[in-house]
């Protein structure tokens, strides 16, 4: 079993900056891929960027140049830097981990609210 923990998510205007935290504890050796997905509201869950220990990372066209992810293997903690934030970035942020292919474990969730 992994544990999955989000943190960092708030209200900031638009423009401004936002770094949202996974912190991963339990089996974590099983993993090889992490992901970050958001669901605005009353819309569909979609994946916002992926990282993945073979195909590197990936980042939805809507996000590119803008938002980063990263991991720290040292301190079990996934990392999503969102820079120039926009009203349409509003969402509840969560966090991915997996293996061969499928999502397996999920964070309960960050809110992440930008004003226009």
């Known amino acids: 079993q992994v544990q999955l923990v989000e943190s960092g998510g708030g209200l900031v205007q638009a423009g401004g900056s936002l770094r949202l935290s996974c912190a991963a504890s339990?089996?974590?050796?099983?993993?090889?891929?992490m992901g970050w997905y958001r669901q605005p509201p009353g819309k569909e869950r979609e994946s916002v960027a992926t990282i993945r220990r073979i195909s590197g990372t990936w980042y939805a066209d809507s996000v590119k140049g803008r938002f980063t992810i990263s991991r720290d293997n040292a301190k079990n903690t996934l990392y999503l830097q969102m820079n120039s934030l926009k009203p349409e970035d509003t969402a509840m942020y969560y966090c991915a981990a997996g293996q061969g292919g499928a999502w397996s474990y999920w964070g309960q969730g960050t809110q992440v609210t930008v004003s226009s």
């Open positions: 339990g089996s974590i050796f099983s993993i090889n891929a």
